[in-house]
């Protein structure tokens, strides 16, 4: 099969990519969000050959943000191009790609309720990030249109055990910052084992199109996922600032980004029949693990 990847450098594209390579796909890889032409640039280099799937994986990587309010309102608007524009190409080939994978994320029900989420849970595109992966999700719909099977991946916060996570931080010099509001804050996880082993199922035993939560169910505060990685996998220290110091240096997006709350559960895998292995963060990030 042939295979289409953007946001190659996220650590599901890598995995989803050695995976392909092992099974003899070709991978087409298009990473440059900014390309000044993008619907040249995917004219000349993906008119042919036919491709099989498509992985939009870029939106993983606006989770993992630091910088400034410029970099991050920047990051979103070229992200938004280039999903639609992407969409928009492959829903005019012929044949069609089989399958569309969209990297969301599970923030895009950040409306902060008590209640679990699940994936007909009302959305509130009102506030940042959930209105940017609203958006994101709609740019799609080209694509969908066109026939293509689409999986709209709300991805929780995804963890591995070889390398620390990354949040937005803001960053000054070498010091990473985060708000005090983000601690208590409540988030949904995946381990990348389970996020392949799901992305597998999706391809091979379900067919389940639109949006898919990819989440294990354990909700967290954020501040155990710090203490969990922090003391496995030696993570950078944080210092912790007030809310309003936080967006008035990083502005709204990033502090957004900081301070969102979800709690979503993988309804749609579950009733499926996905079993997801890694339920428990504690035992996931357990020295018996690490050992082996």
Known sequence: MN???????????????????????????????ACEDIALELHNKFSSPQIDIVYLLHGEDLINSAGNRTQLQQKTRQQLHFTMMVCNHFAIQSPVPQTLYLASSDLIYQAG?????????????????????NELEEAT????????????????????????????????????????????ADTSWVSLEDAMRAITFLEKKT???????????????????????GNRLKNQRIFFLPKSLVRLSG??????????????????????????????????????????
């Open 3 to 33: 295979i289409f990847v953007s946001g190659s450098s996220t650590i599901l594209a890598s995995c989803l990519i050695e995976e392909h390579f092992r099974k003899g796909d070709t991978i087409f890889v298009m990473d440059d969000i």
């Open 113 to 133: 309720t008590e209640e679990k989420s699940t994936e007909d849970a009302q959305i509130n595109p009102a506030e940042f990030p959930s209105s940017f992966f």
């Open 141 to 184: 719909q080209p694509a969908q249109k066109s026939g293509i099977r689409t999986i709209l991946l709300r991805l929780g916060r995804m963890i591995c055990r070889t390398s620390a996570p990354s949040f937005p931080w803001l960053i000054f010099g070498d010091r990473h910052f985060s708000s005090f509001a983000v601690r208590k």
């Open 207 to 229: 067919p389940l199109s639109g949006a898919v939560n990819l989440c294990s169910g354990d909700i967290v505060k954020k501040a155990e996922i710090f203490n969990f990685t």
């Open 251 to 292: 502005g709204k997006y990033l502090a957004g980004l900081q301070e969102a709350s979800t709690k979503a559960v993988p309804f749609k895998l579950m009733e499926a029949g996905f079993l997801f292995e890694d339920i428990s963060l504690q035992e996931y990030l357990s020295a018996e693990h690490f050992a082996s």
